[in-house]
């Protein structure tokens, strides 16, 4: 059965660097899917973030590109995420979530991630 | 970006009554593009629904999508005590390639 677990630090100070990892077990990420980072807050809703594949090929939401990395390391069976020159409006819980069949299929447990001084 | 409009934003329903929740898109979306979730408080979105009326692994019978174009709907045939939730509907597409409506959440009346 896949599962999903994210990890990371819960609070980051404004114009830093929000990074989280996503272990996966069940299933080898390095066999295929795209692989997913989304995000929700009571204000903005569910908001997906970007997608990583095995090769390496990525897509990102338009709205967050120019802050957003997502990686992949295939020996540690893990993606993540990171979000740089976070504010306020990057408080939400995060989800690292698996592509299938042009939906979400199986989520992690999400996140919260506050961005305060 | 296609938008996606729920309605209604709350429903208030019995146990055992029949649901009917409506996702209105801004531009067309192909009918394998379509999909249903459910959150319940404390937990991440489950998959109910994908391809419009193709259910996930363990969904009960007593779900179902369907529509096409612009108009999709999820079906409730009998509400369970558990099914009392917030639904999104999600479509696969332009960039960015998933977006989300805002929610209708299913209450006890």
């Known amino acids: 059965q896949v599962q999903l677990q994210e990890s990371g630090p819960g609070l980051v100070k404004p114009s830093g660097t929000l990074s989280l990892t996503c272990a996966v077990s069940?299933?080898?990420?390095?066999?295929?899917?795209?692989w997913s980072w989304v995000r929700q807050s009571p204000g903005k809703g569910l908001e997906w973030i970007g997608e990583?594949?095995?090769?390496?090929?990525?897509n990102f939401n338009p709205s967050l590109r120019s802050r957003v990395t997502i990686s992949m390391d295939t020996s540690k069976n893990q993606f993540s995420l990171s979000l740089s020159s976070v504010t306020a409006a990057d408080t939400a819980f995060y989800y690292c979530?698996?592509?299938?069949?042009?939906?979400?299929?199986?989520w992690g447990q999400g996140t919260l991630v506050t961005v305060s001084s | 970006e296609i938008v996606l409009t729920q309605s209604p934003g709350t429903l208030s329903l019995s146990p055992g009554d029949r649901a009917t929740l409506s996702c209105r898109a801004s531009?067309?979306?192909?009918?394998?593009?379509l999909a249903w979730y459910q959150q319940t408080p404390g937990q991440p979105p489950r998959l109910l629904i994908y391809?419009?009326?193709t259910r996930a692994t363990g969904i009960p019978d007593r779900f179902s999508g369907s529509g096409s174009g612009t108009d999709f709907t999820l079906t409730i045939s009998r509400l369970e005590p558990e099914d009392f939730a917030v639904y999104y509907c999600?479509?696969?597409?332009?960039?960015?390639?998933?977006?989300f409506g805002q929610g209708t959440k299913l209450e006890i009346k």
């Open positions: 979530t698996r592509n299938n069949n042009y939906s979400l299929d199986r």
């Open positions: 069940g299933y080898s990420i390095g066999n295929g899917y795209y």
């Open positions: 990583i594949v095995h090769i390496g090929k990525t």
């Open positions: 531009q067309y979306v192909m009918d394998t593009r």
């Open positions: 391809g419009t009326s």
């Open positions: 999600q479509q696969y597409g332009p960039s960015p390639l998933y977006t």
